[in-house]
């Protein structure tokens, strides 16, 4: 937010009507300056109360009546003309806002009115009272507390700011710098990170089951080993290595099981052939029983 010009009628120490200009210095830096009690800092009051509606100190809370100058009748307002940066863009607002006071009507009778504050955007569209916080808020962006800490340091509150806590100091710099976005990334990050490790620890009992049902031959050679590797594997925490470790050595095992295999087959094949050959032979030797035991009975018979 930078000041452009400063509006003042009635307000605080200032009875008339004043108007600081903050674009006649040449200077990007200025100062100031006056004798104690000349006005200086109801100067930024007047700035933080046509922002937030309240004085800049955060210990010495004014109330709307108590800003009202005592040297004037007219009425009090203070009118803040300021720029905020949108990207490459730079918009003017303009925000009027009139504490609580007594007014004197034309007749001398006297009155209590409300707060009212008016909001100007740049394309010259007025802002409704009960939006014009909210909306000033948006474009302002820091809260009244954060701007009194980075923008407008009321005297012999400095401190306040260094002292506070560094989740209060990020809070404050995040909306400063316009990091939030960063912020929103790494929360992203994190609950990815999160979604991937429960994936992780799921495929990891998954994986633990099916290693519980590998079998390893007693005769294999590198049995004990494996057996070894494959305890570990279901007791231990499960890394990428031990994971190849396992995955390597099932390789072995399968071709050596698949070779055993194809030989196991062979031996299956060559056997039944015999035993094909077998059960012929047995089927011819019973006929040629039958037969001898049938001409045996025809000897008898015929004897």
Same mark, same amino acid.
């Given at each position: 937010?930078?000041?452009?010009?400063?509006?003042?009628?009635?307000?605080?120490?200032?009875?008339?009507?004043?108007?600081?200009?903050?674009?006649?210095?040449?200077?990007?830096?200025?100062?100031?300056?006056?004798?104690?009690?000349?006005?200086?800092?109801?100067?930024?009051?007047?700035?933080?109360?046509?922002?937030?509606?309240?004085?800049?100190?955060?210990?010495?809370?004014?109330?709307?009546?108590?800003?009202?100058?005592?040297?004037?009748?007219?009425?009090?307002?203070?009118?803040?003309?300021?720029?905020?940066?949108?990207?490459?863009?730079?918009?003017?607002?303009?925000?009027?806002?009139?504490?609580?006071?007594?007014?004197?009507?034309?007749?001398?009778?006297?009155?209590?009115?409300?707060?009212?504050?008016?909001?100007?955007?740049?394309?010259?569209?007025?802002?409704?009272?009960?939006?014009?916080?909210?909306?000033?808020?948006?474009?302002?962006?820091?809260?009244?507390?954060?701007?009194?800490?980075?923008?407008?340091?009321?005297?012999?509150?400095?401190?306040?700011?260094?002292?506070?806590?560094?989740?209060?100091?990020?809070?404050?710099?995040?909306?400063?710098?316009?990091?939030?976005?960063?912020?929103?990334?790494?929360?992203?990050?994190?609950?990815?990170?999160?979604?991937?490790?429960?994936?992780?620890?799921?495929?990891?009992?998954?994986?633990?089951?099916?290693?519980?049902?590998?079998?390893?031959?007693?005769?294999?050679?590198?049995?004990?080993?494996?057996?070894?590797? *494959?305890?570990?594997?279901?007791?231990? /925490?499960? =890394?990428?290595? $031990?994971?190849? !470790? &396992?995955?390597?050595?099932?390789?072995? @095992?399968?071709?050596?099981?698949?070779?055993?295999?194809?030989?196991?087959? *062979?031996?299956?094949?060559?056997?039944? /052939?015999? =035993?094909?050959? $077998?059960?012929? !032979? &047995?089927?011819?030797?019973?006929?040629? @029983?039958?037969?001898?035991?049938?001409?045996?009975?025809?000897?008898?018979?015929?004897?």
């Amino acid at each position: 937010m930078k000041p452009i010009k400063l509006t003042m009628q009635s307000f605080g120490s200032y009875g008339g009507k004043t108007v600081i200009d903050f674009t006649i210095p040449e200077q990007n830096l200025f100062l100031v300056t006056g004798d104690t009690g000349s006005g200086k800092s109801t100067i930024f009051d007047a700035i933080v109360f046509a922002l937030y509606g309240e004085t800049s100190s955060g210990t010495n809370k004014k109330s709307g009546k108590e800003l009202q100058s005592q040297f004037s009748e007219k009425d009090s307002f203070v009118e803040l003309v300021f720029t905020e940066k949108h990207g490459n863009e730079t918009r003017q607002y303009i925000v009027k806002r009139e504490p609580k006071q007594t007014k004197v009507s034309a007749r001398g009778r006297k009155s209590d009115v409300s707060e009212k504050v008016t909001l100007i955007l740049p394309d010259g569209t007025a802002v409704s009272q009960k939006e014009a916080n909210a909306k000033l808020s948006e474009i302002v962006v820091l809260t009244k507390s954060q701007f009194m800490q980075v923008s407008m340091i009321a005297q012999g509150e400095f401190m306040e700011f260094l002292r506070a806590s560094s989740n209060e100091k990020k809070k404050i710099l995040r909306k400063l710098f316009n990091t939030e976005i960063f912020e929103r990334i790494v929360e992203e990050l994190k609950n990815r990170r999160k979604l991937v490790s429960e994936q992780i620890k799921l495929i990891q009992n998954i994986c633990r089951t099916e290693a519980a049902h590998i079998v390893i031959p007693e005769n294999y050679e590198n049995a004990c080993f494996m057996n070894g590797l *494959k305890q570990s594997f279901l007791t231990d /925490e499960i =890394s990428a290595s $031990k994971l190849e !470790s &396992l995955t390597e050595n099932l390789k072995i @095992l399968c071709s050596d099981m698949e070779k055993r295999k194809v030989s196991a087959e *062979k031996e299956y094949n060559k056997a039944l /052939e015999n =035993s094909v050959e $077998k059960r012929d !032979s &047995l089927k011819d030797a019973r006929s040629l @029983l039958k037969m001898f035991e049938e001409m045996e009975r025809a000897e008898k018979g015929l004897a």
